[in-house]
């Protein structure tokens, strides 16, 4: 063999398991780690995405909402205009009707019957109230109401310490006519009398109404015998809703003798309460409307808190003019009744004496019911019980001659040609035979 030397190979094992596993721990750490933000990458994004959604679904919602509340503005504008048109409308509907009003168009014509109306030429509603109580801006507002105007006539409100003043319809194009008077109802102690002179017709519009101070003694002129549509047939009455009297019960004391003139001749007085603004509760205001409505006599619904037209509150407001025309329609309703009832007793009262005429027991040296001299009504009446005519058709003829000045059965047979067609047909046959009875026709 040859003599090199072999050479041998040697391996040196070196542990490398311990760098391989820190290696893995730091790859898997920086996966963990990738992993760690990419989770919150995600998060982040989920996050902004939701919010992004969120504020997305938010404008809508409020986009949504501002279109919800612009639909139901304009539906509520559109029912508002709705409701004032119908209201307009309805002012329309109820001026004309005030315009075209006709006695009885209240409470019925019918209602009337065999009551002698043919003087009821037109019906009269006096507004009483005390010094500033509103009394003359209740009767601008109406006249602004009823004629569509900016103001009114009626001058504003004085001291009402005056010696004398006028007394002054209103309205008198209408049927009926508002009555101003001085301020009433400030304890003086001759104004009931006053009160009871105008409400009779002895005090009419264009008189001056006296009232004499302490050292005078002025007398007051007065209409003996009033026409019936020169009286009052109507009453409103205005307060104040803070007038310290009201709230105290002095005012309930000191018109008893108007509530009991009223009751007494059936009028049914209305009662507009002003200056509710000056109250503070709910609990005033009802208190002022109890008050009020025990002071004046008027029923509760018949009682009215009132705002009127003003020098300060001149823009025209719809509800005024609505709350005007209810007055006036509660007011033109009294009125009717009270004239059914003015003129009952003005047929009962006839009647009594005519009984009493016919049964000779008024007075001594009486006519016979039959003369020449006997009048018309008597002598109809006379009739009466043999032919069974009725009532209605007796006032119907006789208010028909009185319009002729046919008033005696000499005037009634002189006239008796040009009369006759004011008796139904089988009545004036009847008439014409005692006429001719007796000798008074040929």
């Known amino acids: 063999m040859g003599s090199g030397s072999s050479q041998e190979t040697h391996y040196t094992y070196v542990d490398n398991s311990e760098t391989e596993r ?3 721990e730091e790859k898997e750490k920086r996966r963990l780690e990738n992993e760690r933000k990419q989770r919150e ?3 982040k994004m989920r996050i902004k995405k939701e919010k992004e959604e969120e504020e997305r679904r938010r ?14 503005e304009e539906a509520r504008r559109r029912a508002e205009e709705q ?6 409308a309805e002012l329309c509907r109820r001026r004309d009707q005030l315009f075209n009003y006709k ?7 019918d209602n009337f ?3 002698n109306i043919d003087d ?5 509603i006096g507004v009483f109230g005390p010094t500033g109580s509103g009394k003359s801006c209740f009767i601008n507002t109406c006249e602004r109401a009823v004629r569509q105007t900016e103001k009114g006539s009626a001058p504003d409100s004085t001291t009402g310490q005056e010696g004398t003043i006028t007394l002054q319809d209103y309205l008198p194009e209408m049927f009926f006519r508002l009555v101003d008077t001085r301020g009433f109802f400030n304890y003086n102690s001759n104004e009931n009398i006053e009160f009871q002179n105008i409400l009779f017709g002895k005090i009419q519009p264009g008189d001056n109404i006296v009232r004499p101070d302490n050292d005078e003694d002025n007398t007051q002129e007065l209409h003996q015998c009033p026409a019936f549509e020169k009286k009052l047939h109507g009453i409103i009455i205005v307060v104040m809703a803070n007038d310290p009297r009201l709230t105290e019960g002095a005012l309930r004391d000191y018109l008893k003798p ?11 007085p209305i009662t507009v309460i002003t200056h509710k603004d000056k109250l503070k509760t709910e609990e005033d205001e009802k208190d002022a409307f109890d008050e009020a409505s025990a002071a004046t006599g008027s029923s509760p619904s018949h009682t009215f808190f009132m705002w009127n037209y003003t020098k300060e509150n001149k823009e025209r407001n719809p509800e005024i003019e609505q709350m005007t025309f209810d007055i006036l329609h509660y007011a033109l309703m009294t009125a009717e009744r009270a004239v059914k009832i003015m003129k009952q007793k003005e047929k009962n009262k006839r009647e009594d004496e005519m009984m009493k005429a016919l049964e000779g027991v008024t007075m001594s040296g009486q006519v016979a019911p039959d003369s020449v001299d006997a009048s018309v009504e008597v002598f109809l009446r006379f009739l009466q019980k043999e032919y069974q005519w009725s009532t209605n058709s007796i006032m119907t003829a006789s208010s028909k001659l009185a319009k002729d000045d046919i008033t005696s059965v000499k005037l009634l047979a002189m006239s008796w040609s040009e009369v006759r067609h004011h008796f139904p047909a089988g009545m004036s046959r009847m008439i014409e035979k005692e006429l001719r009875k007796r000798g008074m026709i040929s």
């Open 258 to 268: 108007v509530r009991d003139v009223l009751r007494k001749n059936g009028i049914a």
């Open 83 to 88: 409701k004032l048109l119908q209201l307009e």
């Open 59 to 72: 404008r809508e919602q409020l986009k949504e909402q501002r279109q919800k509340e612009i639909e139901e």
């Open 113 to 115: 019957m065999g009551l």
């Open 22 to 24: 820190r290696e893995a």
């Open 120 to 124: 009821v030429t037109q019906l009269r």
């Open 41 to 43: 990458h995600e998060e």
């Open 103 to 109: 006695f009885g168009d209240k409470t019925r014509l």
